[in-house]
Nanobody
Framework: QVQLVESGGGLVRPGGSLRLSCAASGSNFTIHVMGWYRQAPGKQRELVATVTSAGRTNYADTSKGRFTLSRDGAKNTVHLQMNDLNPEDTAVYYC???????????WGQGTQVTVSS
């Protein structure tokens, strides 16, 4: 059973920065894709960014140029550096991990990010 433990959320002013981290533990399988999704009140969960075990990244259009996702493969840890935050980035951010063989999908408990003056 994989556990994803998130850290780094909080309150930040518009234009500020936050760094989210997610550490996976308990897996005997390769976690092929790790990343972040977010869900704002009244909205569906949406992609923020993902990275494969090979280091290939994928960003949502709203993340490009502001957010940077990195992965420490040896530790199954990902870090999301978020810069130039705005109120539209306010949401609960969820870490996600995907195992391809067997097909398994894991979620963290979520961490709140609030951007407000």
């Amino acid at each position: 059973q994989v556990q994803l433990v998130e850290s780094g959320g909080g309150l930040v002013r518009p234009g500020g920065s936050l760094r989210l981290s997610c550490a996976a533990s308990g897996s005997n399988f390769t976690i092929h894709v790790m990343g972040w999704y977010r869900q704002a009140p009244g909205k569906q969960r949406e992609l923020v960014a993902t990275v494969t075990s090979a280091g290939r990244t994928n960003y949502a259009d709203t993340s490009k140029g502001r957010f940077t996702l990195s992965r420490d493969g040896a530790k199954n840890t990902v870090h999301l550096q978020m810069n130039d935050l705005n109120p539209e980035d306010t949401a609960v951010y969820y870490c996600n991990g995907v195992v391809l063989t067997p097909p398994l999908n894991y979620w963290g408990q979520g961490t709140q990010v609030t951007v407000s003056s």
